[in-house]
């Protein structure tokens, strides 16, 4: 898409074509587009003239590439970030570094300081030794769910995004209160492991010629799934591992979908857990993908897709109604959308919870996660995909009960110090019922 629409822009300005090939496509292979544009600029000059008007860069775009207006019309649409083309940079920081930030943010917070860019990075320099740019550490912390805020005083401050703490604590109050109703507690997560992957620093000669030979890039992968409980550690012959089909470093949640979720879940998960439970995820797309007959109206839907959905809600309207007054309705409803994973959960006796937005430390599998990896870039030594998915079967099978509960251990003292620092309080239900129970004591 990006492609097309420079293409578009190369045409229009006449800049030499070796400028595309620095820009990266999904949907035409580089291969093709520059066979297309060679034909064509080379009918152009035998013709001595322009097929059209150079000012024109949609239609000499459709003629190069043999594209319909339509279809150009529709992709060119479907991309309107592709002006600002930015070159990716390698990143110079890992998740445990962020996680670390994240740390250092709340500590301050806690000791109400007066959280500044300035002062955070001279923390982290100091009792860190983390020592990025200002410009990196912005970006991290808006990644993070922080923002910037004046205050009285017209002073810039990091605070935290307020809907992210709202969702933190209903997140908090829901897991303990299915703690305290008997519920076992059950993480599931995804990850990846790349074929080259390996430690990011290693000894060498000062010259660099005595060294070990690693591959360049970083290969292909294996997608991991795993889930474990609270009680017992990882579930007993609930991992899922394949082999990624893409080697261009997209993010990984590309290669696990909905469909493969489902299967993993229905077959090798939920068959298996022998009590009741409440299983954690966070929230990507293919965990909270929606069926047709649940997903509730919006504002990309038509009024006669809405009109449908209300009178199927037997709600009464009037066909002169106009869009927004439609939706009015459909707010009015309080009707929320159901994720087709909680109602398959459901089936089975249990229950869920999506972790909060940017919180993936709350879930004890993350710390597997780097301790497989670590294992696997320390006994990496060929680089093979069939390898290292060996040496990733062998890592997940040396994570015992003991290490378990200390990374359950540690997200609970999490857990406990969130808690406290938002000033939560437990709210006692009214009904209180325990699954643990037989229906016949009494």
Aim: hydrophobic share 35%.
């Amino acid at each position: 898409m990006k492609l097309l629409y420079h293409i578009c822009w190369l045409i229009k300005t006449d800049i030499d074509i070796t400028f595309i090939m620095s820009l990266k496509c999904t949907f035409i292979t580089m291969q093709k587009v520059t066979v297309l544009l060679y034909q064509h600029f080379r009918r152009e000059s035998k013709r001595g003239h322009l097929y059209c008007d150079i000012h024109n860069p949609e239609k000499r775009t459709q003629l190069a590439l043999g594209l319909n207006r339509e279809s150009f019309s529709r992709w060119i649409k479907q991309d309107t970030k592709c002006t600002n083309v930015k070159q990716g940079r390698k990143r110079t920081i890992d998740d445990f570094d962020i996680d670390v930030i994240r740390r250092e943010l709340l500590k301050m917070f806690a000791t109400n300081q007066l959280v500044t860019l300035r002062k955070l990075k001279l923390k982290l320099q100091s009792d860190c030794s983390i020592d990025i740019s200002k410009s990196t550490l912005w970006k991290i912390v808006r990644a993070a769910g922080f923002t910037f805020r004046k205050t009285i005083g017209g002073r810039n401050i990091i605070c935290e995004k307020p809907h992210l703490i709202a969702a933190r604590s209903k997140y908090l109050r829901q897991i303990r209160e299915r703690r305290r109703q008997g519920y076992d507690i059950v993480y599931l997560d995804e990850s990846w492991v790349n074929a080259h992957h390996t430690n990011a620093k290693e000894w060498q000669s000062v010259d660099g010629e005595q060294k070990r030979k690693i591959p360049s890039s970083k290969g292909q992968r294996i997608i991991l799934t795993h889930a474990g409980s609270s009680e017992e550690g990882l579930v007993h012959d609930a991992g899922l591992i394949f082999q990624s089909k893409s080697t261009d470093g997209r993010d990984y949640h590309t290669e696990m979908n909905g469909h493969i979720f489902r299967h993993w879940m229905e077959k090798d998960l939920l068959p298996i857990l022998n009590r009741p439970s409440c299983l954690v995820m966070d929230n990507a797309s293919y965990h909270n993908a929606v069926s047709a007959e649940d997903k509730v109206p919006t504002a990309s839907n038509t009024k006669d897709q809405i009109r449908t959905w209300l009178a199927k809600e037997n709600v009464s309207f009037d066909d002169t109604y106009l869009k927004p007054e439609l939706l009015h309705l459909v707010r009015m409803t309080n009707k929320t959308k159901v994720f087709h994973i909680d109602k398959i959960i459901a089936e089975y006796g249990h229950t869920s919870l999506r972790l909060p937005p940017y919180h993936a430390h709350l879930n004890p599998i993350e710390l597997v996660w780097a301790k497989v990896k670590g294992q696997v870039a320390e006994q990496n030594r060929t680089f093979k995909m069939c390898d290292v998915e060996v040496l990733t079967r062998e890592s997940l099978s040396m994570i015992d009960m003991q290490f378990w509960k200390k990374c359950v251990e540690h997200v609970l003292r999490e857990e406990d110090e969130y808690w406290h620092r938002d000033g939560l309080q437990f709210v006692q239900p009214v009904t209180i019922i325990n699954l643990m129970e037989s229906s016949d004591s009494g």
